[in-house]
C-alpha cells in the first residue's frame, strides 16, 4: 500500500476507527503514503460501511473516507484478538483511535499504557468532548457536537437554524490529528495527542465567539449571507440561475455599487460607507442588488463582475459539481478500486510537486487479514485456530 516516494513512506498506521474522523485522519496519511491497517471488527466492521449501498453496493461515506487502507478483522473482545493487535503495534509508527468513550482504556490502550509499551510509538485518539469536564462520557456525533458548540445557531436562517452541510467537526478534527501526527513524525517526537470534536468546533467558531463575547450579542444565522461583511450573498438571474456576491472591503463595496450598479447614489451613501454600516443595512443593499441581477443572466453577471474585480460564484447543486469544468480541465478525478469495481475520485487537496497520491483501494472487510498475520509471522495452524476462536473473520 506504501508508495515509494511518498512523504510518510515507511511509515505504518494501525487505525481502530469508525465513520468520518479517524477514517479522514488516516486517509490523508495514506495519500501521503503511509501504509495504513484499518482494523474492524468481524461482524460488520465499520459500521460506517452498512450507512447506505449507493456507490456500486457500498456506502458513500465509507468509500469517501477508506481508500488506500488494508482491512484486517479481530474481535478486540477476545484475548488472542487483542494480541495480535499488539504484535501489529509493535511493528507500527502510529496508532489512531476514534473509539467510544473509555474503550481504549478498556482495552489496555490508555496513554500511560501505550507509553509504557511502545515508546517509539505516536497515538492518537479523537473523541468527543475530551476528559476531564461534564460533558466527557457522552457519546458525540457530528450534528450532536455542531449543536453543542453553536455552530448549528448560525447556519441557515433566523427561523430555521440548520447543520452545516459537511460534517466539518468530523472532518476537520480528523485534519487536526492528521496534522499532529505529520509534525511528531517530523520532530521525532513519540508520545499522545488527543483531538475532540467539540474542541475543534469552538476553535472552528472563533470569530462567532468574539464578536459575541465582546459585544454581547449573538449572530443570527444569515443563510447565503454573511453576519461580518455587505454586501455578501446569493441573488437569482433573469435566466433562474443564482449567483453569490461578495465584497470584503470598502473599495470592493464602491466598484460594485459604480461600475456594477450604476448607483453612484448607493456608493455616496452615508449609511453604506463603511462595512459596519453595510452589514446594518444589509437587506437594503441586498434588495437594490437583486433587482440588477434578476435582469441580467448568470453569465453576464458574472462577466461583469470579473471586469470589475468582485469575487463571484455561481450556486451549485452537487450534479453540478460532478460535471464541474473547473475539476475536469486541472484534472482532478481519478479512478480507484473497490471490491465491487471501479469509481470515481476526487484527489487530496494538497497538490505536492513530483508526487501523485497513489489513490489506493477501497477494501473489503477483512480483505488483508491473512496477509498481514502471515506478516506477523503465524503460520495456517495458528490463523485457523484464530477462526475457530472467533478472534478473526471468516475466511474471505
Known amino acids: 500500500m506504501s508508495t515509494p516516494d511518498g512523504p510518510l513512506a515507511g511509515i505504518t498506521v494501525v487505525s481502530l476507527e469508525q465513520a468520518v474522523s479517524a477514517p479522514m485522519c488516516s486517509r490523508t496519511l495514506a495519500d501521503l503514503g503511509a501504509r495504513v491497517i484499518k482494523v474492524e471488527n468481524p461482524r460488520g466492521g465499520d459500521f460506517a460501511r452498512d450507512y447506505d449501498d449507493v456507490v456500486r453496493g457500498m456506502a458513500a461515506h465509507f468509500v469517501w473516507c477508506n481508500r488506500g487502507k488494508e482491512s484486517v478483522t479481530l474481535d478486540l473482545k477476545t484475548e488472542q484478538g487483542l494480541a495480535v493487535l499488539h504484535r501489529l503495534l ?7 483511535s476514534n473509539l467510544a468513550p473509555g474503550s481504549t482504556a478498556r482495552l489496555g490502550l490508555a496513554p500511560g499504557d501505550l507509553a509504557e509499551r511502545y515508546p517509539r510509538l505516536i497515538a492518537a485518539e479523537i473523541d468527543g468532548y475530551g476528559p ?3 460533558l466527557s462520557h457522552k457519546r458525540a456525533y457530528d450534528l450532536l457536537v455542531q449543536a453543542e ?11 430555521a437554524p440548520a447543520k452545516p452541510g459537511p460534517p466539518v467537526a468530523d472532518v476537520c478534527s480528523g485534519l487536526y490529528a492528521a496534522l499532529s501526527i505529520v509534525s511528531m513524525l517530523f520532530a521525532g517526537r513519540p508520545g499522545t495527542v488527543a483531538v475532540s470534536l467539540f474542541d475543534t468546533m469552538t476553535e472552528m467558531m472563533g470569530y462567532a465567539l468574539n464578536y459575541t463575547r465582546h459585544c454581547g450579542v449573538d449572530q443570527e444565522p444569515r443563510g447565503m449571507g454573511s453576519p461580518a461583511v455587505a454586501p455578501y450573498g446569493a441573488y437569482r438571474t433573469a435566466d433562474g440561475h443564482t449567483v453569490v456576491l461578495g465584497t470584503t472591503n470598502d473599495r470592493e463595496w464602491q466598484r460594485l455599487a459604480r461600475e456594477i450598479l450604476d448607483r453612484p447614489d448607493l456608493a455616496d451613501d452615508e449609511r453604506f460607507r463603511v462595512n459596519a454600516g453595510r452589514v446594518r443595512h444589509s437587506d437594503l443593499l441586498d434588495a437594490e442588488i437583486g433587482k440588477w441581477c434578476v435582469r441580467h443572466e448568470l453569465a453576464e453577471v458574472q462577466r461583469i463582475a470579473d471586469e470589475a474585480g468582485i469575487g463571484n460564484s455561481r450556486f451549485n447543486r452537487p450534479s453540478d459539481v460532478l460535471a464541474h469544468p473547473h475539476l475536469k480541465a486541472r484534472d482532478r478525478w481519478r479512478e480507484i478500486g473497490t471490491p465491487n469495481g471501479p469509481v470515481p ?9 513530483g508526487y501523485e497520491p ?3 483501494a477501497i ?19 495458528e490463523i485457523a485456530r484464530l477462526r475457530e476462536q472467533g478472534a478473526i473473520g471468516a475466511a474471505s
Open 90 to 96: 509493535a511493528r507500527a509508527d502510529v496508532l489512531v
Open 132 to 134: 476531564g469536564g461534564p
Open 149 to 159: 458548540s453553536g455552530a448549528c445557531a448560525i447556519t441557515g436562517s433566523p427561523d
Open 345 to 353: 475520485a476526487l484527489l487530496p487537496p494538497p497538490v505536492i510537486a
Open 358 to 360: 497513489p489513490m489506493g
Open 363 to 381: 477494501p473489503g472487510l477483512g480483505e488483508h487479514t491473512l496477509a498481514a498475520l502471515a506478516e506477523l509471522g503465524l503460520g495456517e495452524e
